[in-house]
């Protein structure tokens, strides 16, 4: 038996997901299109590039399982395109170029599957929903130049390499380019994630298990067209288009439970504002909330300090409870926070944490163990580790995503640089010393209000620390 290996990002791999319609990406689908002669093995990862890749154990199983006679189908460029040295490769230059794309893709993936004997394929990137109808150049993979990270077309980039090298290229940019323009923005909204059962929520990144199966279908046609030996006369079940069959495939989370949530929030009875950014307190605090246990003020410097004593709030598996300093944005306006944060005083303890929090819910001084909003922070976790703690983390459909070591001990007294911002495809957060850390945080924060989300500053338990140089900028 062949086995057809399928490598990318987001849009090509599986998810867990608790949304009304759930994220699937098409290489969850390919199978439905093989016959039993080829296994397909899916080990794309959500968020990363052809570059950040190659440092996951998936990547080790690639290299050590592809054999004689397997195919390789290769999905990267969502990713490529961030501005983070993690993740950036060059969509200028050619295969012989170190740092590009198309190098990248060919030194790494390519050539390793050739010398394995297996049979590679590439794939454009899919395009990123328009929900005017009217392209952007982001939606199509066109991007401009960004301080030392240039710009370039990463569509444009895989074809030429294909070319360059004879691999066969299926277009997916322009196949969903042109099936959108025919459906309309009013339909391909039903072919993406939905976080909630509101529309508004709608992830235009993002497919459900409808729109992967379209692109899995137009995958496979195209893989029956191109004549590959041991896998074109293996592809089955093309004679109808799922597009055709909605109410057959667009099938919603049957354990997706709605959750009723106001955004216009009061102000707090206890806490005053700090200039547009409001206080609260709020989830797993163990009882009711008071200005004793919780402080949301200024310093004597007129900096912002917020603290929890005695217990009080946590960041853990199940439960989370925070103070917090908010502002409420716009779903649709993109991000960047930063701001410096000192710790006065702090108790190692693995449920501590401070830093920055964009979320998708928020409310106002209640003890509420019961919920559980989604989110991504800009802070520590597991401090006892201490070089090892967490240096951000997220809340994605419940369950806490980690990301890398601070790779430095938090400690009183010190100072730590922060950095939290929003792009249409999820969330970068940045903690000290730490990388900016993209992977696992590309989600939309839509579930429970899907026209906002709550930016700005927090500390969780025992903890008591200043945030100054407080800045926050739109993104083009």
């Avoid at 394929?121 to 990270?149: M, N």
């Avoid at 990463?154 to 294909?162: I, K, P, T, W």
Wanted: aromatic residues 12%; glycine residues 8%.
């Amino acid at each position: 038996m062949s086995t057809l290996w399928v490598i990318g990002d987001s849009t090509v791999s599986s998810f867990e997901d608790k949304y009304y319609y759930p994220r699937y990406g098409y290489g969850t689908m390919l199978d439905k299109y093989l016959n039993d002669n080829v296994k397909v093995v899916n080990i794309a990862l959500s968020g990363r590039s052809s570059k950040s890749y190659l440092s996951e154990p998936e990547y080790n199983t690639l290299i050590n399982g592809m054999k004689q006679g397997d195919y390789l189908l290769i999905g990267f460029g969502h990713n490529d395109e961030k501005t983070e040295k993690e993740r950036y490769t060059s969509p200028v230059g050619d295969y012989m170029t170190e740092g590009t794309f198309a190098n990248t893709l060919y030194v790494n993936y390519i050539r390793k599957a050739r010398n394995a004997g297996c049979y590679p394929i590439l794939c454009t990137p899919i395009v990123r929903r328009s929900a005017s109808g009217e392209w952007k150049a982001t939606e199509l993979h066109i991007t401009q130049d960004v301080a030392q990270y240039k710009g370039g077309d990463y569509a444009l980039a895989v074809r030429e390499l294909g070319k360059a090298v004879g691999v066969p290229v299926i277009d997916m940019t322009q196949l969903t380019r042109d099936e959108y323009e025919k459906l309309g923005s009013d339909n391909t909204i039903y072919l993406h994630a939905w976080p909630s059962n509101n529309k508004l929520s709608v992830d235009n990144t993002h497919t459900n298990i409808w729109g992967a199966r379209v692109n899995a279908y137009m995958i496979m046609s195209a893989v029956k067209e191109l004549n590959i030996s041991g896998l074109s006369e293996n592809v089955v079940n093309i004679d109808n288009n799922p597009l055709d069959y909605k109410e057959k495939f667009l099938v919603s989370n049957k354990d997706y439970v709605p959750v009723v949530f106001s955004d216009k929030l009061p102000d707090s009875r206890l806490f005053k504002d700090y200039g547009e950014y409001k206080a609260a307190v709020f989830g797993d605090v163990l009882g009711e909330v008071d200005d004793t246990d919780f402080t949301l003020g200024t310093d004597a410097n007129g900096d912002m300090n917020i603290a929890v004593r005695n217990n009080r709030g946590k960041i853990s598996a199940v439960t989370d409870g925070i103070a917090m300093y908010y502002k409420k944005v716009d779903i649709t306006e993109h991000f960047t926070l930063t701001a410096t944060v000192k710790v006065n005083k702090i108790f190692a303890n693995d449920q501590v944490s401070f830093g920055l929090m964009v979320r998708d819910d928020c409310y106002i001084d209640k003890n509420m163990p019961d919920i559980l909003g989604d989110y991504v922070a800009a802070a520590p976790l597991f401090i006892t580790k201490g070089e090892k703690a967490t240096a951000t983390f997220a809340r994605r459909s419940g369950q806490l995503v980690l990301g890398k070591d601070t790779n430095e001990v938090i400690k009183e007294g010190g100072e730590y640089e922060l950095m939290l911002s929003s792009s249409s495809d999820g969330y970068a957060a940045k903690f000290g010393k730490g990388d900016v850390i993209t992977g696992g945080y590309d989600f939309k924060l839509t579930a429970i209000d899907p026209a906002h989300v709550y930016v700005g500053m927090f500390v969780s338990r025992n903890a008591d620390v200043i945030f100054s140089n407080i800045k926050y900028t739109k993104n083009e």
